[in-house]
Nanobody, 123 residues
Framework: QVQLAESGGGLVQAGGSLRLSCAASGHTFRPHSMGWFRQAPGKERDFVAHISFNGRTYYADSVKDRFTISRDNAKNTVYLQMNSLNTDDTAVYYC?????????????????WGQGTQVTVSS
């Protein structure tokens, strides 16, 4: 079992930045790949970014060049740096872990999920 705990969400004005963190505990953080997903009210859970065990990253088109996913395996933590935020980024953000070194944008393949952290962007 892997437990995930997100932090760093909050309220920010459009154009601002936030950094989300996801701390993993329990069984080894490696060789899991990690992903960030988000869900706005009344909408489905959408892929945001993923990072493979060896650090390869992939982003949704909507966040490319604005968000950066990274991981620190020594700290069992994955991060999501979010810049140039806009109101469309408002959602609950979820961290997920997959017991496979390869990342994926498909949420159904992830094995573990955090409880989510709210990000609200005001205009």
């Amino acid at each position: 079992q892997v437990q995930l705990a997100e932090s760093g969400g909050g309220l920010v004005q459009a154009g601002g930045s936030l950094r989300l963190s996801c701390a993993a505990s329990g069984h080894t953080f490696r060789p899991h790949s990690m992903g960030w997903f988000r869900q706005a009210p009344g909408k489905e859970r959408d892929f945001v970014a993923h990072i493979s065990f060896n650090g390869r990253t992939y982003y949704a088109d909507s966040v490319k060049d604005r968000f950066t996913i990274s991981r620190d395996n020594a700290k069992n933590t994955v991060y999501l740096q979010m810049n140039s935020l806009n109101t469309d980024d408002t959602a609950v953000y979820y961290c997920a872990a997959r017991a496979d070194p390869r990342g994926s944008s498909d949420y159904v393949v992830y094995d573990y999920w955090g409880q989510g952290t709210q990000v609200t962007v005001s205009s």
